[in-house]
């Protein structure tokens, strides 16, 4: 059997975009094919030898499932005709079958479920385990439903490890920086650990692996293990004052500290995060795995409670402010947020249109809101069906076309017998400036054209909610027609926390220079922003590849 193995990790790494996570340990893109060298214990012959190889992902592995495959050295299919997912394998040039050593092309195919595999080869009734590796989502492959045409796009939300987070209210907008370092040591096995504590992978671990060939099943897999609010999730949001046993959401500056601590105290939820912390984390977890993702932020961002995509606000005759409504929910000010903040991951959505109309961007959102077929998680939503006003399309797109285009509806509730009157509709407020980092760059670019039409436009929602040109509402009946109309209202809302952006940090000065895996030690100033004293601060650092995970100076 094999005397030698060589797997050549550091030449299929570069080749695959995985060079920045290991040199050492082989990390491979389905869909694309890499090279291992064979270093046989005897001659091999071409005419009558075969060298039967089988891969394997999860418990339970099954043809079937496409969590296994048996290929054949020389080019033979072994496979049943059920199986889904068939890897294959090539004898390369520069192989030497008469002393024993096969130089192999081994192609995982593009639908492959992503995760640990085990590689082991069997031959003359001898069997071996040759090596454990993982395969990822591959945005370079046109034939994987995460690819992404443009490679500035790919260096942008595939590879690059630092990015910003906007924050705010609709009128001042704060950029903060957020190190997403999802090529840090050991975030390969983090993540697909997260995949295997699921709620879906305990009741059918061996669906929920074969699941994992979709990136629309992994996102929202994702997008319900980043909150702690089902079992075993990375982060426990708090939007209170109280912070104990924990770091206040405004402690955390990058991703990996989160995951790392999570990881390391056997998956104990991180205290605490609000949306922003949520998102960051999701957005390094989407990357390392392979689905290209960015962070959006949504400014005055609504929260549609009892899914009729408005926002009711009542008043009593007095003009104060009602405390409980039909739903029993508060008083508006919890329904609509200075900003709120989510993720969107690129995918292909043929379970929604197989001419790819919904295709691109997807929102998914890991903060806990509401519970989205029983878990706290949401998405993929098309932006382009959430444009569109398709409210009857999955995942969660009603949800989140009202988090940007919901009316915010006041009524006027009877102090004498409790009957309700509209008194006006907002159409303005929600959905305002929704923000993300440009590519290639540290500037803000504006999405909310991508999400929602004008105002005021020539636009309408048919009888489902969905949004309609002139050409189809001037052919349908008046009482299935209603305009949305522009009025001005002062709103109150209120603040999750306050931010300022006088605060720079600046590195002034490296001494003694910086070389590889040595310390260096960095001056960094920064001036109090405001003219007063303030007490009981702290500063935490973070920086991918340049710490251990994060640190905090009192």
Known sequence: MAELVDLHSDTNNNEHHTSEISVTELIVRRGQAFKLTLKLSQPFNLGFDQLIM??????????????KSRFGVPGRSLHSASAKAVWKAELQRGSSPETGVLVLIVSPPADAPIGEYTLSASFKDKEKVLANFSVLFNPWSSDDWVFLPKEEERREYVLNEQGIIYRGGGDYISPMFWDFGQFEQGMVKICLKMLDLNVK??????DDVSARCSPIYVSRVVSAMINSSDEGGVVMGNWGNDYSGGFPPTYWSGSYAILKQWYNSYYRSVRYGQCWVFAGVMCSVMRLLGIPCRVVSNFQSAHDTNKNLTIDNYFDNNGAMERESKDKSECC??????FHVWVEGWMRRPDLAKDGKYDGWQV???TPQERSEGLFCCGPASVTAIRNGEVDLKYDVPFVFAEVNADSVYWLVSIDDGSRTKIFSDTETVGQNISTKAVGSYKRVDLTNTYKHREGGLTCMDSRGRSCGTAQWLNMKLDQIWFKHICTFCLFTTTDNYFFSGLRLFVMQVSGGSKVNQELTAEVVFTNPIDETLSDCSMSLSGSGLMIGQEITK
């Open 54 to 67: 089988t891969v394997v992902t999860g418990k339970d592995p099954s043809e079937d499932l496409g969590t």
């Open 333 to 338: 000010a919890l329904f609509l947020r200075n």
């Open 364 to 366: 998914v959102d890991p």
């Open 201 to 206: 992978y305990w009741l059918n671990p061996a």
